[in-house]
């Protein structure tokens, strides 16, 4: 067992981090006596091919939340938190078919844009303020600080008392390349970054199988494993399962799962803005379809190690039940992965393995930057402040933006300490307001007669509905009141559109023909294929 980041580990780390800076500042130098475009800092010049659009999805979703935070709920729940990523591989199968196309054809920069054309401007700037509080207080501080607690555990004192610093380091290197060169810089290192995270992982998850039994060998620990924590590996958990309130069984596959997967993979800007920034629809449609295959294979980088530390944890390998501990009595979950890699990865590769996850985490932070100051720049500066704003004001904003966001992240980040699985965190926190606003898009995409008024009417009665889920004494588990929320906006978009509408359907309204669902042979290969291997997937561990 090695638990010092030696001189070859810092090495290799250190390569890595100016490949990384070297590549972004490349891509961001632009042509030469040539001016920057807001549609080349925001959409990359609309010039991605499928296989950059689909390493760039992974890397912006792969980050500390999943490496760090599913980990942990590996370690406490077992493989029915990989519903998160499998059931994601079919989600962006229903992205790419059905939401796409309209997308591409409207010639979007932003997911907002898309509610003022269908709907209107004061809709529009709700949900941009709703997107941009989202991406700052939720999704970039829980970033920093998970990858920050890693890091501390890995190469620090372990304490806690250099995860201010590496706050700080997270930051400021993803600020180096991306707030220059904009989504070209975030989506080309993202190539890079994707296999780094990958091959780390796939590192990580064979020794600490390795290390599990006794005689050794990938094949002997799981064996080991399964044996060990034979509960762990059923992705249906039943009602005496003190997780059932995170994952409630079978609906999981038919309810609020989906409305997580579709909001999050459908129609959130940091995600999304890849798709959007392909040379063609079927190049966007292809992209999505290789994310889906990267997706079946997450799990066993980011879950399985969760599993492997549990087992370790119960037999107290290397005295892991005393690290584990939490002040309080509880047990640390999002210690799992960090301890794996500091506890059992030798010299030298440690330094790629961390690599490997600062990638992970870097391209998130890189990414969500980049979408909140495409947002605030295109929705609500050129909407309110200046709408005869040229390329150098957009570009300069955005910039301005990226920053300003992410010192705020990073003095929020630390207070985050306290959180017990913070990917289920994340994820019930987001769902108070997420339904709402999936229900505004998939009425506005799908039926004509959806009206402003309704929608808006529905998008605000949502949350109070959502809190009364959350805060009455119902025992409800968090997806099941994602899924009743759903139905209960749509219901109110309805009911208002209809009463209030003066014609059969809005003026609006979106047209839908057969063609415009019409994909791709090789599209619909892939697509088959992931879901039988889904399918399968579930079958063998129900």
């Known amino acids: 067992m090695n638990s010092e980041f030696s001189t070859l580990d810092i090495i290799v780390f250190v390569a890595y981090a100016l490949i990384i800076l070297g590549v972004g500042l490349y891509v961001s130098r632009g042509k030469k006596g040539v001016e920057k475009t807001a549609e080349d800092y925001f959409l990359a010049g609309k010039s991605l091919p499928w296989w950059a659009i689909g390493a760039s999805l992974i890397a912006a979703n792969i980050s500390a939340e999943q490496f760090i935070g599913m980990s942990g709920s590996g370690f406490a729940v077992g493989l029915a938190i990989a519903s998160y990523e499998w059931m994601a591989a ?35 700037t709700i949900l941009a303020i709703f997107w941009i509080a989202l991406f700052i207080f939720v999704n970039l501080t829980s970033v920093l600080f998970l990858g920050a607690k890693a890091l501390d555990t890995i190469i620090g004192i ?18 180096a390349y991306s707030i220059w060169g904009g989504l070209s810089a975030v989506a080309w290192t993202d190539v890079i970054q994707v296999v780094i995270l990958i091959v780390g992982g796939l590192i990580t998850t064979y020794i600490a199988l390795d290390h599990v039994a006794l005689d050794g060998g990938i094949i002997n620990g799981l064996n080991y494993v399964y044996d060990n924590a034979e509960s762990r590996f059923h992705m249906i958990i039943t009602k005496d399962n003190p997780e059932y309130m995170n994952l409630p069984g079978v609906a999981v596959l038919v309810g609020g799962m989906w409305v997580a997967n579709l909001y999050y993979w459908g129609f959130n800007q940091y995600i999304i803005q890849r798709a959007l920034a ?5 190049e966007a449609q292809k992209g999505l379809a290789f994310a889906g295959f990267l997706k079946l294979i997450v799990p066993l980088i980011v879950v399985i190690p969760g599993i492997i530390a549990y087992v370790m944890y119960t037999e107290d390998v290397a005295g892991a039940q005393e690290i584990f501990s939490r002040a309080d009595g509880g047990i640390d979950y999002d210690r799992a992965y960090p301890w794996l890699i500091n506890t059992f990865i030798p010299t030298g590769l440690k330094g790629l393995v961390v690599a490997a996850l600062s990638a992970a985490i870097v391209s998130s932070l890189a990414s969500m930057l980049n979408s909140t100051s495409t947002i605030f720049t295109m929705d609500i500066y050129k909407q309110y402040f200046n709408k005869k704003a040229n390329n150098k004001s957009l570009v300069g904003i955005g910039r301005l933006v990226s920053l300003v966001a992410l010192i705020i992240a990073a003095l929020l980040a630390k207070s985050l300490g306290s959180i017990d699985q913070m990917f289920q965190y994340i994820q019930e926190w987001t769902g108070l307001v997420s339904p709402g ?26 949350i109070p509905f959502a809190l009364a889920l959350k805060f009455l004494p119902l025992e409800m588990p968090f997806m099941d009141q994602m899924f009743y929320t759903l139905i209960f906006t749509m219901a109110v978009i309805a009911g208002v559109s209809l009463t209030t509408s003066e014609g059969d359907d809005n003026p609006k309204g979106i047209p839908l023909y057969s063609s415009t669902f019409k994909t791709s042979k090789s599209f619909n290969v892939s697509a088959y294929v992931i879901m039988i291997i889904t399918a399968m997937l579930y079958i063998v561990f129900w």
């Open 90 to 124: 079919i989600t962006l199968l229903i992205v790419a078919k059905y939401f796409m196309p309209v997308f591409i054809n409207q010639g979007l920069y932003t997911i907002p844009e898309f509610v003022e054309k269908r709907f209107s401007t004061n809709l529009k």
């Open 158 to 175: 372990g304490d806690g008392t250099t995860i201010l610093s590496f706050i700080i380091g997270l930051a400021l290197f993803s600020a």
């Open 278 to 282: 392909a040379k063609s629809l079927k």
């Open 437 to 462: 606003i999936l229900a505004v898009f998939l009425m506005g995409l799908f039926w004509k007669k959806t009206s402003t008024k309704g929608a808006i009417i529905g998008v605000l009665a949502s």
